[in-house]
Nanobody, 128 residues
């Protein structure tokens, strides 16, 4: 099995920055991808960003975070990061990291279906 542990989120003012991390442990895969999703109160969980783990690490972003958030990885540490800048109150949500033990298909990047493993989630609150 795979364990994913997110760092603690936090409370930040609008316009501020926050960096989330996710450490993976357990079973390893030769080809996989990781992503970030979030769920705001009363809403469905939505895609935020994803990165392939092999090669150059293609990245994908939701339109709502493009240009503000950056996803990155550290292969040696088996860690995933999400740098969030210019935060807005609407970014308030529980953020989840997820792992897909297979290559990402571009048309499926924003779907939860490819992701078999999920972290416990971490709260990010952006105050206005």
């Amino acid at each position: 099995q795979v364990q994913l542990v997110e760092s603690r989120g936090g409370l930040v003012q609008a316009g501020g920055s926050l960096r989330l991390s996710c450490a993976a442990s357990g079973r390893t895969f030769s080809t996989y991808a990781m992503g970030w999703f979030r769920q705001a109160p009363g809403q469905e969980r939505e895609f935020v960003a994803a990165i392939s783990w092999s090669g150059s690490g293609n990245t994908y972003y939701a339109d709502s975070v493009k240009g503000r958030f950056t996803i990155s990885r550290d292969n040696a540490k088996k860690s995933l990061y999400l740098q969030m800048n210019s935060l807005k109150p609407e970014d308030t949500a529980v953020y989840y990291c997820a792992l897909a033990p297979r290559p990402l298909i571009v048309t499926m990047v924003s779907s939860e279906l490819p992701y078999d493993y999920w972290g416990q989630g971490t709260q990010v609150t952006v105050s206005s």
